[in-house]
Each structure stands twice: as structure tokens, then as C-alpha cells.
T-cell receptor, first 113, second 112 residues
Framework: TAGITQAPTSQILAAGRSMTLRCTQDMRHNAMYWYRQDLGLGLRLIHY???????GKGEVPDGYSVSRANTDDFPLTLASAVPSQTSVYFC????????????FGPGTRLLVL | GENVEQHPSTLSVQEGDSAVIKCTYS??????FPWYKQELGKGPQLIID???NVGEKKDQRIAVTLNKTAKHFSLHITETQPEDSAVYFC???????????WGAGTKLIIKP
């Protein structure tokens, strides 16, 4: 079973360029999340979606946008990348917006130069 | 704002010994406390969780304890094995909703 796939696995991006990180799930989970993981800071929530058609801002949303056109896909877009967006990005899902297990994808490693 | 502090940042124990990782949280409304294990190059994976109406939960070699009065919770791993080497994260729900506030992580090293 695929679970959650993220693409690309890694990317080097020039500052000022735009990029979309892709996340696709096959578990039919309602809730999806985007986190960034930086050394010493744990995981920080960027944006979330409780269900298809809705999105919300997390702890660190500035510089990022998301959309949720359907249940399976939750892309994260950096409109104009900056070096401080260098991080590992994880997509996660949970069956519903309640307090249930979050399942994580393998991550995308992004370096912004 | 709400935060979760996790200690220690690195823990090295002899194989077979026990390991304890501690977290404190600030939001008195938090009522869900999961622990995740992250292996190198992978995403975090839930290993155990506890809700505020329970003081302790155990699953084979791992256990979690919760002290709501003191606002801290701990992960206990007994009879540690090499495959327990990983980074462990605690988290607390932001109030009673679905968002999680994460600790900074503990790198657990099991020495052979």
C-alpha cells in the first residue's frame, strides 16, 4: 500500500523561484497537514485541511499556500522561495480532524540558495 | 503561546537498560499526548499516545505516564534494543482541537 507519497524527494531551489511540493494519499483520510522540520525545533504546522475544499493556517504559514481540490491531494506552494525556507517538509494525514493518529509521508528535503 | 519542552535532547543508554524521555506542556486545555518515533530518512510514526483521562498506558516495552497537575508526561522504554535508536518526539494537543504542538525531539542512542 502506498499510503502517503510526496514529491520530489529532494530539491535545490534558487531564491525567488516558485515551487510546489506534492502530497497524495490513498487512505481517504479527511484531514491533511503540512509541517516543516528544522533541527532543534521539532515539527511546525504550516497549513492544514480538515476536508476537501477547506484549508487553514497553522503556526508558520507565511510564504506558503495550499489548496485542497479533492480528498487525495494537498499541494504546498512556495511562491517566491527564501533561504529560511530550507527545511524538510512533511505531509501528514489523519482520518478526521479529531485527535487521532497522524500518518506521515517520507518528506521532501528542500534547499533554497 | 503554547509550547512543549522536551528533555533530554540526546540520550545514550546501554542496550538492555531503560530510557526515559520527559516533556512538559503549557496549555492546561491540552488533552491528547502522542509520542512519535522517527528513523533516519523517514517520517515520524506514532508509537503510543495517552489522553488526559488516563494516567498511564503501556504497550509491551514502551509506556507513557501523564501528570496533569504538573503538566508533564514521559515516555519509558524498557529493555532497550538497537532498533530503538531513533529520534523521539512528544506532542500535545493545542487545547482540545486537532492541532499538535511538538517537542524539539530526543535522539536516543542505544550502545551495544
Amino acid at each position: 500500500t502506498a499510503g502517503i507519497t510526496q514529491a520530489p524527494t529532494s530539491q535545490i531551489l534558487a531564491a525567488g523561484r516558485s515551487m510546489t511540493l506534492r502530497c497524495t494519499q490513498d487512505m481517504r483520510h479527511n484531514a491533511m497537514y503540512w509541517y516543516r522540520q528544522d533541527l532543534g525545533l521539532g515539527l511546525r504546522l504550516i497549513h492544514y485541511s480538515n476536508t476537501a475544499g477547506t484549508t487553514g493556517k497553522g503556526e508558520v504559514p507565511d510564504g506558503y499556500s495550499v489548496s485542497r481540490a479533492n480528498t487525495d491531494d494537498f499541494p504546498l506552494t512556495l511562491a517566491s522561495a527564501v533561504p529560511s525556507q530550507t527545511s524538510v517538509y512533511f505531509c501528514a494525514t489523519s482520518p478526521d480532524r479529531g485527535q487521532e493518529t497522524q500518518y506521515f509521508g517520507p518528506g521532501t528535503r528542500l534547499l533554497v540558495l | 503561546g503554547e509550547n512543549v519542552e522536551q528533555h533530554p535532547s540526546t540520550l545514550s543508554v546501554q542496550e538492555g537498560d531503560s530510557a526515559v524521555i520527559k516533556c512538559t506542556y503549557s496549555d492546561s486545555a491540552s488533552n491528547y499526548f502522542p509520542w512519535y518515533k522517527q528513523e533516519l530518512g523517514k517520517g515520524p510514526q506514532l508509537i503510543i499516545d495517552i489522553r488526559s483521562n488516563v494516567g498511564e498506558k503501556k504497550d509491551q516495552r514502551i509506556a507513557v505516564t501523564l501528570n496533569k497537575t504538573a503538566k508533564h508526561f514521559s515516555l519509558h522504554i524498557t529493555e532497550t534494543q538497537p532498533e530503538d535508536s531513533a529520534v523521539y518526539f512528544c506532542a500535545a494537543s493545542k487545547g482540545s482541537n486537532y492541532q499538535l504542538i511538538w517537542g524539539a525531539g530526543t535522539k536516543l542512542i542505544i550502545k551495544p
